[in-house]
C-alpha cells in the first residue's frame, strides 16, 4: 500500500510495477472476493495504471524460511491462531447468516394451510426488514406477528386467561382478528 501511495508523487508513463512478497494479498486483490480494507485500498490506489508482481522475498533467509515453514504446518495442520477480528465483522457476519436462515425458513412458512398471520402483514422477509426492522421496531412487531403477546389467544395458550374471547367483543382475541376486524381498537386509537 505505502509505494501505491507513493506512485502518484512520480509520475511516469505507463504506471509502475510494484512488487509485494505478501502471495495471500496479490491473491485477495486478483480475486476481489472479501476485501479486506487494506486490499481495498490496494486496489483502489493500483486502479488500472499499476501492475502488482509476487516476489518471493523470504528465500534463503533462514528465519524468514522458518516462519515460512511454521506457516505453512499451520495451514495445512489447522493449528489454531487467536486473530483479532473487529466485534462490527463479526456482528455483520453473524446476522448476514442468520438473515439467510430465516429468510430460507420464511419461504417453507408458506406452503402452510392456512399459512401463518404473520405472512399477511410480511410476505417476504425483504418487506419485514424494510418496514419493521430497519425502523427499529423490530421485536414488539415480531412479538404481534407471531402471536407471542398479551392477546387472550396467547395467554389462554398458556393458561394464564380462561377463555381465548376478548371481552370487548366476545370473539377470539388473536392477532389477526385484533388488528385487522375488532372495533376497539379502532376507536381507541381514534380518541389518542
Not at 115 to 120: D, E, G
Request: aromatic share 8%.
Amino acid at each position: 500500500r505505502v509505494a501505491l501511495e507513493w506512485c502518484p508523487d512520480l509520475q511516469q508513463e505507463g504506471g509502475w510495477i510494484v512488487a509485494s512478497d505478501s502471495r495471500a494479498v496479490l491473491s485477495n486483490v486478483l480475486s476481489q472476493c472479501r476485501l479486506t480494507p487494506i486490499t481495498a485500498e490496494v486496489v483502489r490506489l493500483a486502479g488500472d495504471c499499476h501492475s502488482l508482481v509476487y516476489v518471493p522475498a523470504h528465500k534463503g533467509i533462514p528465519g524468514n524460511e522458518e516462519a515460512d515453514r511454521l506457516a505453512n504446518l499451520a495451514v495445512t495442520n489447522g493449528t489454531y491462531a487467536l486473530v483479532d477480528v473487529p466485534r462490527a465483522h463479526t456482528r455483520r457476519l453473524a446476522g448476514d447468516y442468520f438473515w439467510g436462515e430465516w429468510e430460507r425458513e420464511w419461504g417453507n412458512a408458506g406452503s402452510a394451510d392456512p399459512p401463518p398471520v404473520y405472512k399477511r402483514f410480511a410476505p417476504s422477509l425483504e418487506a419485514l426488514r424494510a418496514n419493521v426492522w430497519d425502523k427499529g421496531m423490530g421485536v414488539r412487531v415480531l412479538q404481534l406477528l407471531s402471536g407471542h403477546c398479551s392477546l387472550g389467544s396467547f395467554l389462554h395458550r398458556f393458561h394464564l386467561e380462561e377463555t381465548a374471547k376478548y371481552e370487548w367483543c366476545d370473539e377470539g382475541e388473536a392477532v389477526g382478528h385484533y388488528l385487522l376486524r375488532c372495533q376497539r381498537p379502532a376507536c381507541l386509537r381514534a380518541q389518542t
